[in-house]
């Protein structure tokens, strides 16, 4: 049995311990440059899984966007950490837009939490949700780092996931019409060592860091 996020909303952050802000702004700092440096369309954002908020909060004042999750509990953390975004209940198997409506999605470490067969038709809808020639955002966790799979195996958070590896993340967006510009990675370093922190950006393409972000395009 997997993780019940609406019952453990209150502790979610606790049982993640301090380190997850620090995660947190790494992928928030990854995004902004990748943005920035792509110059991509930020018009209208969808965070699909958006939890209690946490990268909302970080993008506050920069970009906005629009969080969708379907346990109750972790959306009110997240309406009361962020009162000035929109926030709504969804299953990411059927998200509430019309076609085309965003265009940019933003997928953060939620597909290793999805039943296998759930996984494709949330690149369907994701698809689906976004404007020709928009870009989804996906973190997960990469499988290829030793640490990684052990800090996995031993979280409460994370029982019952299965990993995605950069292959199979593309297979599940080519599929859905989407193909990849970009894979970059992440946290190579613990958060005790955030010092370091200066060295990820020359070593984002080195396939080791404990997460890694895949950049697609849909179609035109």
């Known amino acids: 049995m997997g993780f ?3 019952l453990q909303a209150s502790h979610y952050e606790n049982m993640l311990g301090p380190s997850h802000k620090h995660y947190m702004k790494q992928k928030t700092d990854l995004l902004l440059r990748c943005i920035r440096e792509k110059g991509l369309n930020t018009k209208t954002i969808l965070d699909v899984g958006c939890g ?3 990268l909302e909060r ?3 004042n920069r970009l906005e966007v629009v969080g969708v999750d379907l346990a109750v509990s972790m959306l009110r953390v997240a309406k009361d950490r962020c009162r000035d975004c929109e926030f709504l209940r969804a299953s990411c198997n059927k998200l509430p837009f019309r076609d085309s ?8 470490n939620v597909l290793h939490h999805l039943k296998l067969s759930d996984r494709q038709t949330l690149f369907s809808e994701v698809s689906k949700t976004l404007a020709p020639g ?5 973190f997960e966790h990469n499988p290829k ?4 799979r052990i800090v996995v195996r031993g979280c409460q958070i994370d029982r019952g996931a299965v990993l995605l590896n950069t292959k199979e993340v593309t297979s599940l967006a080519n599929a859905s019409k989407i193909d990849k510009v970009d894979i970059e990675y992440l946290t190579f370093f613990p958060a005790v060592l955030s010092f370091l922190d200066s060295l990820e950006r020359r070593m984002q393409r080195l ?5 890694f972000m895949f950049l697609g395009r849909k179609e035109v």
């Open 101 to 108: 409506a965003f265009t940019m999605v933003l997928v953060v």
């Open 134 to 138: 928009g870009h989804v955002v996906v």
């Open 58 to 60: 970080n993008l506050a």
């Open 52 to 54: 209690t908020g946490e």
């Open 4 to 6: 019940d996020f609406d």
């Open 207 to 211: 396939p080791l860091g404990g997460e």
């Open 145 to 148: 780092n030793p640490f990684t």
